[in-house]
């Protein structure tokens, strides 16, 4: 046997490639378990779910703010002289109660301060015109939607806007405390995708 032969035989065989672990590819590449996905997508998803009470909400101001727009129309074309505040308080109440809907069914950025101020504007109505609507009733001449604190609807025009105000201030909290959580998740998260796409530190 050659000497030739004899270092080659001697010499250990070069380790052949390992294919790349699951989920680890080479810097820059994608990596399967997170190619289009979003590891805080379903909380994201979670905070923007209406639950129970705000859909009974939305449910009930649809049809409030409905009947009221359509009542005040009607009243305004068909008998505006005879009592003029009362159906102008009306379609003002119609006119709050839409925004307020749509507001409640976005609630997210400028409209949920957009639906905070149409709910205290809601019951600060009531309340002023269902206390003037008692102490001086001559003023209004026919009950409108806010008179005797909304008791021509059962008194929902002053339950209303409380448990709207209920809902805004529970699912502003939980969304401020899903983000909060959320925010060490996301840097320790960037951080380990730093780290294993460049291991061996700036040159």
Do not use: C
């Not at 997170?34 to 009470?53: K, Q, T």
């Not at 009950?143 to 709207?164: A, H, K, M, R, T």
Request: net charge neutral; hydrophobic share 45%; glycine share 10%.
């Amino acid at each position: 046997m050659s000497n030739a032969e004899s270092e080659a035989s001697a010499s250990p065989a070069a380790p052949a490639a390992r294919p790349a672990a699951h989920g680890q590819g080479e810097p820059g590449s994608a990596e399967p378990g997170r190619l289009g996905s979003d590891p805080l997508g379903s909380d994201r998803l979670g905070s923007d779910r209406l639950g129970g009470l705000g859909r009974v909400l939305i449910a009930v101001y649809i049809v409030l703010a409905l009947a009221a727009t359509f009542r005040s129309v009607y009243q305004i074309i068909a008998k505006f002289d005879e009592a003029p505040l009362a159906y102008s308080l009306s379609a003002l109440s119609g006119v709050v109660y839409i925004i307020a809907t749509i507001a409640l069914i976005k609630r997210r950025g400028i409209w949920r301060s957009i639906a905070w101020g149409a709910l205290i504007f809601e019951l600060s109505g009531v309340l002023v015109v269902g206390l003037l609507s008692i102490v001086e009733p001559q003023l209004f001449g026919h009950p409108s939607v806010w008179s005797f604190f909304g008791s021509g609807y059962l008194f929902i025009p002053l339950v209303l806007p409380v448990l709207g105000l209920i809902w805004l201030r529970s699912t502003g909290r939980a969304a401020a405390a899903q983000a909060a959580e959320r925010s060490p998740a996301r840097t320790s998260a960037e951080t380990s995708t730093q780290t294993s796409a460049n291991p061996g530190g700036s040159a």
